[in-house]
Nanobody
């Protein structure tokens, strides 16, 4: 069992930055592939970024490449999403999730956090 709690969301102007954190409970965090997803009002949840269990490889959605970075610290049971050059279209609820395999498919993730709101004003 893994419990996930996100933090770091908020209101920021376009061009600004935020760093989201996802703290995990449980001793098996380091065995999970971790992903960040977002869901804007009226839209489906979409994959944003993922990182391997060791942190050695990552995957970013095309819409955020060059602006967002995902990282993890297994000693702290935490995964991060650094978001730079934010745009109004990045406004969404951001959630972290844990999966047993590398995947971008929402339904293959086993555990989810409650989400944190990110609002980017123009």
């Amino acid at each position: 069992q893994v419990q996930l709690v996100e933090s770091g969301g908020g209101l920021v102007q376009a061009g600004g930055s935020l760093r989201l954190s996802c703290a995990a409970s449980g001793r098996t965090f380091s065995s999970y592939y971790m992903g960040w997803f977002r869901q804007a009002p009226g839209k489906e949840r979409e994959f944003v970024a993922g990182i391997s269990s060791s942190g050695g490889s990552s995957n970013l959605a095309d819409s955020v490449k060059g602006r967002f970075t995902i990282s993890r610290d297994n000693a702290k049971n935490t995964v991060y999403l650094q978001m730079n050059s934010l745009k109004p279209e990045d406004t969404a609820v951001y959630s972290c999730a844990a999966a047993r395999i590398r995947t971008v498919i929402t339904t293959l993730y086993n555990y989810w956090g409650q989400g944190t709101q990110v609002t980017v004003s123009s």
